[in-house]
């Protein structure tokens, strides 16, 4: 696979912060402030699309692929109500523990749906919509939970009912090559989720060109993933956020420093 090119870095961007400015999926970011900024803003812990301006440019134009719901929401079904019920169901609270912890597959689907009102999920700007023009898009979203795939289809990599997630691939695989639109790039403008290190495991190396939205690149090849075309998605929030900051300074209202104490090397052993 040759260099990235700049619209696949532009592109990668973009999604990232599709990523992360939605509060309805608990993923927060710190202020990307100046370094002048004060040490207050650096620590606020507001949703980030509460805090960041509206910015210039215009969102992402992004189609999403029209799916059968075996591919998504469907796994879902042994979860909680609803889930091949015609409407985009509610994450199961019952779904806990590494199911969510991987599900930014979920709620970047979420983000694109057709809320009603033209405001999508949340409220304010979005960084990126939904059209229903593949020709108008800049972008393309393969709705694929390859990783509730992998922790749905069998309770091993060896357990044979991973068959299944095998045969979901090889389908999605054969739509997408014959989409004209995947033929015109090479998949370099597709957005696929593989946040579990492995998801996608049987084909990932017929996806090594799209922007893959990963939890790090522990288990992938640097000619399948590189953070050069590649987001880098943070673990859904299994816990609740602080959001009582209303003091002006809310730096040096605090006594008590919280800091999240963990791996920083994959499997490592905490210290």
Known sequence: MGAPSSRAVALGAAFLLLLVALPSAFLYLTSSAAPAASRAALLNLKPFSARC???AAPPLRVFMYDLPPRFHVAMMAANGP???????PAWPPSAGG??????????????LQDWGGGGGAGSG?????????????EAFFVPFFSSLSFNVHGRNMTDPDTEADRLLQVE???ILWKSKYWQRSAGRDHVIPMHHPNAFRFLRNMVNASILIVADFGRYTKELASLRK???APYVHVVGSFVDDDAPDPFEARHTLLFFRGRTVRKDVWN
């Open 53 to 55: 301006p509206p910015a």
């Open 230 to 232: 590649d987001v880098v």
């Open 125 to 137: 700007r979005r960084e990126a919509v939904r059209v229903r023009d593949p020709d108008a898009a």
């Open 98 to 111: 590494i199911r969510r912890q991987h599900s930014v597959e979920y709620w970047m689907m979420a983000s």
């Open 172 to 174: 999605l695989m054969e």
């Open 82 to 88: 609803n889930a091949t019920a015609g409407l985009f």
